[in-house]
């Protein structure tokens, strides 16, 4: 069973920028798409961005499109999302996971976007 440990979230204001990282456990990382996903209170969890295995394509929700940037570190299973021009409205718990999903999640690193 892989294990995701994401890390890098904060307390930032508007317009402020954060780095994202998710460590992997495994092998099988490397060969699957993964995705960054987000869920802000009282609403479900949402796909934000994703990349293949090999970082040839990325795709970003609208909401995030501009601002965040997917990348990912195949020797080290770690996958990136830089986040800037941040809104309150990013404020959400932030998973990475595969695309589709792994049965499992992490416990998800908070960002909240507030003055």
């Known amino acids: 069973q892989v294990q995701l440990v994401e890390s890098g979230g904060g307390l930032v204001q508007p317009g402020g920028s954060l780095r994202l990282s998710c460590a992997a456990s495994g092998n099988i990382f490397k060969v699957v798409t993964m995705g960054w996903y987000r869920q802000a209170p009282s609403k479900q969890r949402e796909l934000v961005a994703r990349i293949t295995p090999s970082s040839g394509s990325t795709i970003f929700a609208d909401s995030v499109k501009g601002r965040f940037t997917i990348s990912r570190d195949n020797a080290k299973n770690t996958l990136y999302l830089q986040m800037n021009s941040l809104k309150p409205e990013d404020t959400a718990v932030y998973y990475c996971?595969?695309?589709?999903?792994?049965?499992?999640w992490g416990q998800g690193t908070q960002v909240t976007v507030s003055s």
């Open positions: 996971n595969r695309v589709p999903t792994w049965g499992s």
